[in-house]
C-alpha cells in the first residue's frame, strides 16, 4: 500500500511507467503473450512462476487497475472481474462448497439477493437472511456449524440501510467466518470497510468508480488480514491440496495472497468472468476523478434530499446524510464525509403517483442504472426487484412507491428544477 492521500492515489497508484514508457496506463489487448522457453510457459500454468499467459487469468492492463483499488481500499491484493454481480459471486464461492451456508444482511441490491437466495441454492449453497439492523444475539442465532461467511453492503441499494461493519465484523469473527463487504454506493473515498473489519471488499465497478455508464465491471479486494489456517478445517479449499495444480496448498505457497490467488487461478479459469483490458482502461479513468465526483454527488443529494423533505407531495425522504435521517449516526460514524449520492423517497400519492412523477421528468432519465455523472431514476418494485414478492421487498427495504434518485453532478438548481416542475 502507498503512503500517498486519497487523492493522489486515484491518479498515480497501479501503474509506474518506466524510463520512455507511455504516461498512460496502455492497453494490453492481447490474449496471449509469447515465451521463448517452453518450460517457462510451463511454470506458469504450475503457478510456479508470476507472469502473463493468457488474459482470462492476468493481464498487466487490468492488473494495474486492480493495483489502484486495491491500494485505496487498503487491501493487499485484488481481482477485476466482468461484472459487480462476478465479484460477489466469486467472493463467496471462493470460500465455500456444496453443503456449506452463508449469513447476510437482507437490505441488498436485487440482483444480489436473487444470486444468494436461489442461484448459489441450486448449487447447495444456504444463505440464511437477517434484518440489517438485528442485535448481536439475533446475528449470532442465524449462524450454523456450516456457515463459511457473512455478507452485507456498506449502503444498501436501494433501502439505503448503513451497517453496522463493527457489530457485523465482530460476531463474523467470532465465529471463525470472513465478513464480505460491498462497498460500492460508498466507494474508498467515503468508507474504507477494512478499517472497520471487513475482510473482503467488492465493487460494482460499474457504478462510481466508472462514473460515466461506459463500462460494466467489478473488483474483489482481499484485506490479507482474515487467518485461513486458524480455521482450516472451515476452508479446506484454502488450505488442503488443489489437485487441478498438483497437490498446490493455497495457505502455504502464497501466504496473505492466497485466496486472491485461489480466485484467479481457480475460479476465474474455471468460469472466466473476466473484466475486459478496455474496460479497465475506461476504469482506470473514472478512477483517476472518483477523488473530485463523489464530494460533488454527496452535495448535490443533500440539496435535493432537504428540498423533497420539505415538499407537501412527499411522504418521506431516506438519505443517511440528512440530519434526523434513522441511519444518521451510524453514517456520520463510518462516512464523515459523506455517503453516496442516492437517495430514495415516497409521493403521498403512492405507487401511481410515482411512476407518473417519473414519467414527467426531462433532464433526469428512467434508466436501469445508479451512480454515474447524469441524474437519473428507477422504480424499484417495478424493475431492478421486480423478480421479488412482496415478502422479499420489505426485507430487502423496498417499498412499493419507492423511487431511487441516483443524484448526478449537473448543477442542483437544474435537478431541483425538473424534479420540481414533474411534481408540479
Avoid at 88 to 111: K, P, R, T, W
Avoid at 258 to 270: C, E, G, H, S
Wanted: negative net charge; glycine residues 8%; proline residues 4%.
Amino acid at each position: 500500500m502507498s503512503n500517498y492521500k486519497m487523492e493522489t492515489k486515484c491518479i498515480q497508484s497501479g501503474y509506474e511507467p518506466g524510463n520512455g514508457e507511455p504516461r498512460v496506463l496502455p492497453i494490453y489487448q492481447s490474449t496471449t503473450y509469447r515465451y521463448t522457453s517452453s518450460e517457462q510457459m510451463g511454470k506458469l500454468f504450475d503457478l510456479e512462476e508470476s507472469g502473463y499467459f493468457y488474459t482470462r487469468l492476468q493481464n498487466p492492463t487490468n492488473d494495474a487497475v486492480a493495483a489502484k483499488i486495491c491500494d485505496l481500499e487498503g487491501g493487499i491484493a485484488a481481482m477485476l472481474t466482468s461484472s459487480g454481480q462476478a465479484a460477489n459471486f466469486y467472493a463467496i464461492m471462493n470460500i465455500v462448497e456444496q453443503g456449506d451456508h452463508i449469513v447476510c444482511a437482507s437490505a441488498l441490491y436485487g440482483g444480489t439477493y436473487n444470486l444468494f437466495a436461489h442461484t448459489i441454492k441450486k448449487m447447495g449453497v444456504d444463505a440464511t437472511f437477517v434484518d440489517p439492523d438485528c442485535t448481536e444475539e439475533e446475528l449470532n442465532a442465524a449462524f450454523q456449524e456450516n456457515t463459511k461467511a457473512v455478507f452485507g453492503e456498506t449502503i444498501a441499494n436501494p433501502a439505503l440501510v448503513v451497517l453496522d461493519l463493527e457489530k457485523y465484523a465482530k460476531v463474523a469473527h467470532e465465529h471463525g467466518v470472513p465478513l464480505i463487504i460491498d462497498n460500492t454506493f460508498a466507494t474508498p473515498i467515503n468508507c474504507r470497510p477494512i478499517e472497520w473489519g471487513a475482510d473482503i471488499v467488492t465493487h460494482s465497478t460499474t457504478k462510481y468508480m466508472d462514473g460515466h455508464a461506459t463500462c460494466v465491471g467489478g473488483v474483489i479486494v482481499d484485506s490479507g488480514n482474515f487467518a485461513w489456517d486458524e480455521h482450516a478445517d472451515k476452508f479446506p479449499g484454502l488450505t488442503t491440496a488443489d489437485e487441478t495444480y498438483h497437490g498446490i496448498v493455497y495457505t502455504e505457497k502464497f501466504g496473505k495472497l492466497a485466496y486472491i490467488m485461489k480466485a484467479t487461478a481457480q475460479l476465474m479459469r474455471d468460469l472466466g468472468s473476466i473484466q475486459s483490458p478496455q474496460n479497465a482502461f475506461l476504469l482506470n479513468i473514472g478512477l483517476e476523478t472518483l477523488h473530485l465526483r463523489m464530494p460533488r454527488h454527496c452535495e448535490n443529494a443533500l440539496k435535493v434530499a432537504e428540498f423533497l423533505k420539505a415538499h407537501e407531495k412527499v411522504a418521506w425522504v431516506s438519505f443517511p446524510s440528512m440530519p434526523g435521517d434513522r441511519y444518521y449516526d451510524l453514517a456520520k460514524k463510518y462516512m464523515p464525509n459523506g455517503t453516496c449520492g442516492v437517495l430514495t423517497f415516497g409521493l403521498k400519492g403512492g405507487r401511481d403517483a410515482a411512476v407518473e412523477m417519473m414519467d414527467r421528468l426531462k433532464m433526469v432519465a428512467i434508466v436501469t442504472h445508479v451512480a454515474d455523472a447524469r441524474s437519473c431514476v428507477l422504480h424499484p418494485a417495478s424493475h431492478t426487484h421486480r423478480q421479488m414478492n412482496e415478502k422479499e421487498l420489505l426485507e430487502a427495504g423496498v417499498q412499493p412507491d419507492l423511487i431511487r434518485f441516483s443524484v448526478g453532478i449537473e448543477n442542483v438548481e437544474d435537478i431541483i428544477a425538473d424534479i420540481e416542475q414533474a411534481l408540479r
